[in-house]
């Protein structure tokens, strides 16, 4: 704990004084980028020299590549900042103008952006309200003030679609959700994200690079073996292919979880302003006011839990497919696909004569045909002895997804 508190007091505290552009204090911008920079280089030399010391391998160069990949676009990030502040206005023409424009402006005229256009729809919601009905035109029979309610009445509940995985990313990437809906993403979300993403990159290459030496250290085993020993001594394909379907099934996971994260926040927020989520009202407003601090102190929370997520689906699939493809264990495994096909089959077939049975037999809840109903009922719940044990593999996928 201390060692992460002083490395984050010597690095975040002194590189973050470049941020606070709207004081105009340029020493201290210049003194962020300067250190940021030395920061960069000597960590660069430090990463060249172990590698130097120790075998070169695929996750050691992700690792590099990242760490100045992401060292670079801060520097420059500091650095645009800084020079959009210092450089005068009547200089910053076109596209210099657009690349020099301080992150800190840009998000105080989305939120300019933001209120005018509420102030535009709530303008225009006014306004049709009090338009006269079309029954009221037509007859005359309902005057303006009767008029407003009619229509109040009648459009008052209309709905609009917001919300959801793809409506946010959407937005976001047209840039709507900062403009138009007001909403802001604040930096330890990214900063999450960010992590999200190095770590599955970082993980995905050290992951890849070990079945490579996994399955090279089974095919020199298989070459040294005896014929007997070689029945449980994988292949080289019987390693490959089922940890990398295996792999590519957590990737896709991992990289679901983390598009929904920045939905989820924007969800929530939009819950708040429609009032579906209490705020004042709640009864434990004071609980939620006194420890608000914490709910951005999930950035750690963040990045663990998808490796997580990640790992346990990797460990459930990689180890299903690898039974499948491994000899000792094909025949068994084939036939628990089987067993898993036949349930499969069998739910549905019952699903289908239930519902049959239940429309002919039963209407609003009263038995039509007694007598019928009661032999289909008995056969069916012998019927479901036989396949009760689906309920146990519908449980272990509620479980598995449970504790992603």
């Known amino acids: 704990a201390s060692v992460l508190i002083i490395s984050g007091f010597l690095t ?22 300067i250190l940021l920079l030395v920061y960069i280089i000597l960590i660069f030399i430090l990463l060249r020299t172990l590698s130097a010391m120790l075998e070169e391998s695929i996750g050691f160069k992700t690792l590099r590549v990242l760490f100045v990949t992401f060292g670079i676009l801060t ?16 200089y910053q023409k076109g596209l210099l103008k657009i690349f020099l424009v301080p992150e800190h402006i840009t998000r105080t005229a989305n939120q ?44 008052g509940c209309k709905t609009e679609h917001c919300g959801g995985l793809v409506w946010t990313w959407t937005r976001l990437l047209k840039k709507q959700l900062f403009e138009e809906d007001g909403v802001w993403i604040h930096s330890r979300l990214w900063l999450g994200q960010v992590g999200q993403c190095t770590l599955l990159i970082l993980l995905g290459s050290y992951y890849f690079e070990y079945i490579i ?43 679901l979880l983390i598009l929904i994260y920045i939905p989820t926040t924007t969800a929530t927020i939009l819950k708040y302003r429609s009032g579906f989520l209490p705020s004042l009202d709640d009864p434990n407003f004071g609980r939620y006011r006194a420890a608000a601090d914490l709910i951005y102190y999930n950035s750690g929370n963040m990045i663990y839990a998808t490796a997580g997520s990640g790992g346990l689906f990797l460990f459930f ?23 898993l096909i036949a349930i499969t089959l069998t739910v549905v077939i019952r699903k289908i004569i239930s519902k049959c049975f239940g429309s002919h037999n039963i209407k609003s809840f009263l038995r039509t045909n007694p ?21 146990i593999l519908a449980r272990f996928l509620q479980f598995l997804l449970a504790m992603t």
């Open 12 to 33: 975040i505290l002194p590189i973050s004084t470049g941020n606070r552009l709207e004081k105009r204090k340029y020493a201290s911008s210049i003194f962020s980028v």
């Open 75 to 90: 520097f420059f990030s500091l650095l645009k900042n800084f020079l959009g502040e210092i450089i005068p206005h009547d």
């Open 371 to 391: 007598r019928n109903a009661n032999f289909s009922a008995l056969a069916l719940e012998c019927w479901h002895l036989g396949f009760a044990p689906h309920v």
């Open 112 to 155: 300019k952006k933001a209120a005018t256009n509420k102030i535009n729809c709530m303008i225009k919601n006014a306004y049709e309200l009090h338009l006269l009905s079309h029954k009221g035109r037509n007859n005359g029979d309902v005057g303006p003030e009767h008029a407003t309610m009619l229509n109040f009445a009648v459009h």
């Open 213 to 255: 030496i996994l399955s090279r250290a089974a095919e020199r085993g298989r070459e040294e073996a005896t014929e007997g020993a070689k029945f449980f001594i994988p292949t080289r394909e019987g390693i490959m292919y089922p940890f990398l379907a295996a792999g590519g099934i957590a990737f896709g996971f991992v990289v």
């Open 317 to 339: 699939f990689g180890a299903l497919l690898f039974l499948t493809f491994w000899e000792p264990t094909q025949v068994t495994m084939y036939n628990l696909y089987a067993w």
